[in-house]
Nanobody, 124 residues
Framework: QVQLVESGGGLVQTGGSLRLSCTAS????????MAWFRQAPGKEREFVGS????????YYAEYAKGRFSISRDNARNTVFLQMNTLQPEDTAIYYC?????????????????WGQGTQVTVSS
């Protein structure tokens, strides 16, 4: 079983940037598609973006296109979420998730392994 730990969250001003990391242990991530989700207070968990096991394919939610970028380093068992031009509405807990297989997915139920989340707060 793979375990995921997110890091890199924090407080940033509007327009700033953050880079989140998700490091896996217990198993290599080579055979897992990975995704980032976020959940704001009182809201449902929503899809941010996903990346294929090879890193060749990515897919983003509409609001994330052009501002967020997902990458991975399988040698380090780590997935990254680079977030630029952050806005107060990006404030949420950000989670990484893993699913075995070859297809990218956008729903939380498609992922069977989750990290504990990291808080991102964007001040106005």
């Amino acid at each position: 079983q793979v375990q995921l730990v997110e890091s890199g969250g924090g407080l940033v001003q509007t327009g700033g940037s953050l880079r989140l990391s998700c490091t896996a242990s217990g198993r290599t991530l080579n055979n897992y598609n990975m995704a980032w989700f976020r959940q704001a207070p009182g809201k449902e968990r929503e899809f941010v973006g996903s990346i294929s096991w090879s890193g060749r394919y990515t897919y983003y939610a509409e609001y994330a296109k052009g501002r967020f970028s997902i990458s991975r380093d399988n040698a380090r068992n780590t997935v990254f979420l680079q977030m630029n031009t952050l806005q107060p509405e990006d404030t949420a807990i950000y989670y990484c998730a893993a699913r075995p297989g070859t297809q990218l997915a956008v729903t939380p139920l498609s992922y069977n392994t989750w990290g504990q989340g990291t808080q991102v707060t964007v001040s106005s």
